[in-house]
């Protein structure tokens, strides 16, 4: 008489403790990707990001062959190659480009920590976009089991349907992905809602001129007073989203986390529409009369876009959402 799934299941875990349990005690440690550095493969990860990009270059070219090192040298190329070039261009727009230089900078040094700390603990912790690229072009592969540089598990019995996630889904659905994110957007709000209520004024079309033989930039104000109609609305909105982001860092409950998501995204699709509707812009000032005739359809297509893209998303979070439940998967 065969086994049944569960019995197999039962046997295969059971027999899977037993082989931990003795190699604990004998002391044995999984055995790691070759590597081409005389380094523990945590330790190279680290490094890769101790000098931001430049050190990811070097590790990039000196280690050919474990790919968890060189999935962190390809992500600390991209994602602190992009900082530093985003910040050298924000930092040369008139007025306002030390603020947007000290935002890159705190968020390139929030970075910083948290990617030595998981290279360190041998996790392969994904930024987004920059992750991806740097899990195709490193060669790893966050669905499957080797993903620190380590042994693959023992294949699972046959005939069974796995109930976890597969360890690449820490990327989407671990804990501190989870932390970081919302860190994120409680900082990225708040950022926001400094400059928005006291930087407004900095808000403007910016136009080299000379002035008495001298080249100045003119800064021409494009917000009306109906912007101060607008205001309240983003800032309750912002307040609400730096308020729930900190509740979801203590509280990780999947329905409170997506739920909290899918309201924060439609009161964040009202203050789009709210800005289109008062559409508290003049560029009747600006002295090009081609940036004045094209600046309002610029905006009018990247808020009716904005919209959209809202919309549609939190639509889709929403049936996301109410499917889990069906199939009681609303958990992490």
Same mark, same amino acid.
């Given at each position: 008489?065969?086994?049944?799934?569960?019995?197999?299941?039962?046997?295969?875990?059971?027999?899977?403790?037993?082989?931990?349990?003795?190699?604990?005690?004998?002391?044995?440690?999984?055995?790691?990707?070759?590597?081409?550095?005389?380094?523990?493969?945590?330790?190279?990860?680290?490094?890769?990001?101790?000098?931001?990009?430049?050190?990811?270059?070097?590790?990039?070219?000196?280690?050919?062959?474990?790919?968890?090192?060189?999935?962190?040298?390809?992500?600390?190329?991209?994602?602190?190659?992009?900082?530093?070039?985003?910040?050298?261009?924000?930092?040369?727009?008139?007025?306002?480009?030390?603020?947007?230089?000290?935002?890159?900078?705190?968020?390139?040094?929030?970075?910083?920590?948290?990617?030595?700390?998981?290279?360190?603990?041998?996790?392969?912790?994904?930024?987004?976009?920059?992750?991806?690229?740097?899990?195709?072009?490193?060669?790893?592969?966050?669905?499957?089991?080797?993903?620190?540089?380590?042994?693959?598990?023992?294949?699972?019995?046959?005939?069974?349907?796995?109930?976890?996630?597969?360890?690449?889904?820490?990327?989407?659905?671990?804990?501190?992905?989870?932390?970081?994110?919302?860190?994120?957007?409680?900082?990225?709000?708040?950022?926001?809602?400094?400059?928005?209520?006291?930087?407004?004024?900095?808000?403007?079309?910016?136009?080299?001129?000379?002035?008495?033989?001298?080249?100045?930039?003119?800064?021409?104000?494009?917000?009306?007073?109906?912007?101060?109609?607008?205001?309240?609305?983003?800032?309750?909105?912002?307040?609400?989203?730096?308020?729930?982001?900190?509740?979801?860092? +203590?509280?990780?409950?999947?329905? =409170?986390?997506?739920? @909290? !998501?899918?309201?924060?995204?439609? /009161?964040?699709?009202? %203050? &789009?529409?709210?800005?289109?509707?008062?559409?508290?812009?003049?560029?009747?000032?600006?002295?090009?009369?081609?940036?004045?005739?094209?600046?309002?359809?610029?905006?009018?297509?990247?808020? +009716?876009?904005?919209?959209?893209? =809202?919309?549609?998303? @939190? !639509?889709?979070?929403?049936?996301? /959402?109410?499917?889990? %439940? &069906?199939?009681?998967?609303?958990?992490?």
């Amino acid at each position: 008489m065969g086994l049944s799934p569960e019995e197999r299941r039962r046997i295969y875990e059971e027999e899977k403790a037993r082989i931990e349990a003795e190699a604990k005690l004998k002391g044995e440690q999984p055995k790691t990707e070759p590597v081409t550095i005389n380094l523990e493969p945590n330790i190279a990860g680290l490094l890769c990001y101790v000098l931001g990009w430049i050190s990811g270059i070097v590790f990039l070219i000196l280690e050919q062959k474990n790919r968890f090192v060189r999935f962190h040298a390809i992500q600390s190329i991209i994602v602190f190659g992009s900082l530093n070039l985003a910040g050298t261009i924000l930092g040369h727009i008139p007025w306002i480009g030390p603020f947007f230089g000290a935002v890159i900078g705190v968020l390139a040094f929030v970075l910083w920590i948290v990617l030595m700390v998981k290279a360190y603990h041998n996790q392969l912790y994904k930024i987004p976009l920059a992750g991806g690229l740097a899990e195709k072009y490193s060669g790893v592969s966050t669905g499957g089991g080797n993903i620190e540089g380590k042994e693959t598990e023992p294949p699972q019995p046959p005939q069974t349907t796995p109930t976890k996630a597969k360890a690449g889904d820490q990327f989407k659905t671990g804990r501190w992905g989870r932390i970081t994110a919302s860190s994120f957007a409680i900082a990225w709000s708040f950022a926001w809602l400094i400059f928005l209520n006291f930087f407004n004024q900095y808000i403007a079309f910016y136009h080299l001129e000379k002035i008495n033989d001298v080249s100045q930039w003119v800064r021409y104000p494009i917000l009306t007073g109906d912007f101060n109609t607008w205001l309240p609305i983003l800032t309750i909105v912002l307040i609400l989203t730096i308020i729930a982001h900190a509740i979801l860092i +203590i509280f990780d409950h999947y329905l =409170l986390r997506e739920a @909290t !998501l899918i309201v924060l995204n439609i /009161l964040s699709f009202g %203050v &789009v529409i709210a800005l289109l509707v008062i559409n508290p812009f003049d560029f009747s000032q600006i002295p090009s009369a081609a940036w004045a005739g094209a600046l309002p359809v610029i905006i009018n297509v990247v808020l +009716i876009v904005s919209a959209v893209g =809202l919309g549609i998303g @939190t !639509l889709v979070s929403f049936i996301k /959402l109410i499917v889990n %439940v &069906v199939k009681r998967a609303a958990s992490y």
